[in-house]
C-alpha cells in the first residue's frame, strides 16, 4: 500500500472499540463468514420481518411522565388525540424504589423523573379516557415492577379491558440493575424469582404483552463499549431463558414475550452493524442453545434509545445533530421502536419543544428520508458486514467467559461486569479529557457564548399535591381488606408460590406501592451494593 | 501542617442511581494523588454528613441526576454543618441547570460541575479551593 500519511496513527470504532482499517473489500469477508439470510429468516441478521418497514413503520414512542397522574394524564390524552397509541411511562424514583411520596426518602424526588404512582388511584387516573384495550404502554419499571404490573391489569380491569388484551411491556430486567441503573431493592435470587413470576403470569395470562425488555441500553450509559452491552444483555437473556426453563417453561411458551432495549450511540457503522449482530447471536443462542422451535422464538426484537451520556451541556444544539445520527443508526439497524433524546438533557429534564423536536427527528426518517424504504440497506457493504462479523466474535467470547463463571448471576455477584464496563467509562473519560476522543464543542471547538435555555422546571407543589392524594386514599379504604391483602401478599413471598395473583388482590384494596414492597422487604430484605471501588 | 493527601468523600444523596459521573471523579481524583472514599448510592444527608466527620474529609463531592439537587446538596451541607466546625469544599456534579447555580452557592457550594467537564478542572479547583481555606486559617 502507498506511504499515505493518515490523520491518525490508529482508528478505532470508539475508545477501547474496534480497530478499524483503511478500506474494506471481499477478501475481508471470506466465504465462510458470509451470511446470504434473506430478511425474515434465521438468523435474522438483516431483519426480523421479511418486508421491514416496508409493512409497518417503527414505533416512535418517547418516554414520558412527570409530577402527578393529573399533568402526564393530560399529556396523554394530547398524545393519543394527535394518535399517538404507544405510551412509553416514566416513573418517579420513589414508585421504582418502592416508597410512597410520603416517606422521608422520597419527598425529593417526589414527580421528578417520572409520575408519581402510590395506588391503584393514581393509575386509574393516570389513563383516564384512554382506552387500554386499544394502546401499547411500555413501563419503565423493573424492582417493583410486579406491582406496577398487577395495577396495570387492575386499572384495565376497571375499563372493562380483560389481561389477555393487553399489550405492552414491563422493563423487567433486574440484573442489569445491579450494574448499572441501580434501582434494585431485593438482592439479587428473590429478584430474580419476582423476575420470572412476571413471566411466566404473563406466558399464561397475557399473550400479547411482553413479559421483559431486556436491557443493555443502562450498561452503555454506564460506560459499556458496543461489544459489551451487546454481550452483557445478551448474557442477561441467557440466565432469564434458563431461570424460565427451570421453573419447568416450555422455552417457546414465554421467549416470543421477550424484548430487549439497547443503545444509539454516534459512530453510525458500529451502531447497524451492532444491531445486526445482536439479532443474529440471539437467534443462534435460542436455536441452538435452548432449542427453540418456534421461530418467534428466536427473533430478537428490540427498543432504542439514543445515547444519553453522549449529549453534552456545551453548546447544546450540537445534541440535535448527535441524537439525528443516532436515530439514524437505529433505523438502518431495523429496531422496533424508537426513543430520541432531546437537546437540553444534559441540562434538566427536557422540555415540551425539545421533546417535539426530538419527535420530528423520527418523522423526518420515516418520511424524509427515504432509509426506510428497502430493507437492511447497507447490508453487502463490506465494512459492514465485517463490522457485524467482529462484534459478533466479540459478543461470543465475554458470553463464554461469562458462562465459565456459571452465568450472568454469578458473573454480576462477583463483580466481572461492573468492573469491565467501569474500565471502560474511565478509559473514555481519560481519552476525552486527553483530547484523543474529539467531542465536539467540549474539548474541540470549544466556545463561551452562554445559550439561555427555557427548561422544565417541576413545581414544588406537586409533593404536596401528591401526599394529599394520598392521604385522601388512605383515609378512605377499607382498611382490614389492606391488612389481610398484605399479610396474604407476604405468606405467598415466602413459598413458591406466583406472586402476581395476590398482588393484584392488594393493589385492589388500595394498598400502596410503599406498603406492598415493605411486606416484600420484610421477607426478602434489602440488598446494600458491594463496594466495587 | 503535616503534608497528608487530600481527603475527598463522593456519595450520591436520595434515589437516583446514575453514578457514572461520581465514580468516573471517585477514579480521576484518586489518580490525581488524593484520598477519595466513594460512599455510594441511595444516602440521606445525614449519613453523608456523619461519614464526612468520621473520615476527617477536606472535600465533600455530591452528585445527583435526578432533579432532587436543591434540597439535597442543601441538606447535606447543613446537616455537615450542624455536626462539624471544620471548614471543607463542598463541589456538586450531575444534571444542574445554570440557574440553580446561584442558589447552591448561596447555601455554601463551592462549584458544581456538570456532564463533560475535564477531571483536571476539578482537581485544580479543589486544589484552589483548599489552598483559601489554609490561608483563611493563617490570617
Known sequence: MAELKERRKEFRTTVDGILVDRVYSADDVPENEVDTSPPGE???????????YRTRLWTMRQYAGFATVEETNQRYKYLYQQGQTGFSVAFHLPTQMGYDSDHPLALPEVGRVGVAIDSLK???DLWNGIPLGEVSTSMTINATAPIILAMYIAAAEKQGVAQNQLMGTVQNDLLKEYVARNTYIFAPEPSMRLTTDICSYCARNM???NSISISGYHMREAGATAIQEAAFALANGIAYVQAMIDRGMDVDSFAPRFSFFFAAFTNLFEEVAKFRALRRVWAKIMKERFNAQNERSMMLKFHVQTGGCTLAEQQPLNNVVRVAIQALAAVLGSCQSLHTNSYDEALALPSEEAVQLALRTQQILAYESGVADTVDPVGGSYYIEWLTN????????????IDKMGGALEAIKRGYIQREIRRSAYNHQKAVDAGDQVVVGVNKYTSEEPLDLELLEIDESVARKQIERLQKLKSGRDKEKVRQTLEKVRQVAESTENIMPALIEAVKAYATVGEISDALRGVFGEYKEPSLL | MVDRKVRVLIAKPGLDGHDRGAIAVAQGLRDAGMEVIYLGLRLTPEQIAEAAIQEDVDVIGMSCLS???????SKTMDSYRKKSNKKVVFIGGGIIPKKDVPKLQNAGIAGTFGPGTPIH?????????????SDDKED
Not at chain 1, 434465521?42 to 421491514?52: E, H, Q, V, W
Open chain 2, 121 to 133: 478542572e476539578i482537581v485544580s479547583f479543589i486544589k484552589a479551593e483548599l489552598g483559601k481555606i
Open chain 2, 67 to 73: 432533579g432532587g439537587h436543591l434540597t439535597l446538596f
Open chain 1, 207 to 209: 399473550p400479547k404483552w
Open chain 1, 122 to 124: 393514581d393509575m386509574e
Open chain 1, 42 to 52: 434465521y438468523p435474522f441478521t438483516r431483519n426480523i420481518m421479511p418486508a421491514g
Open chain 1, 390 to 401: 467482529r462484534i459478533e466474535e466479540g459478543v461470543q467470547q465475554y458470553i463464554a467467559t
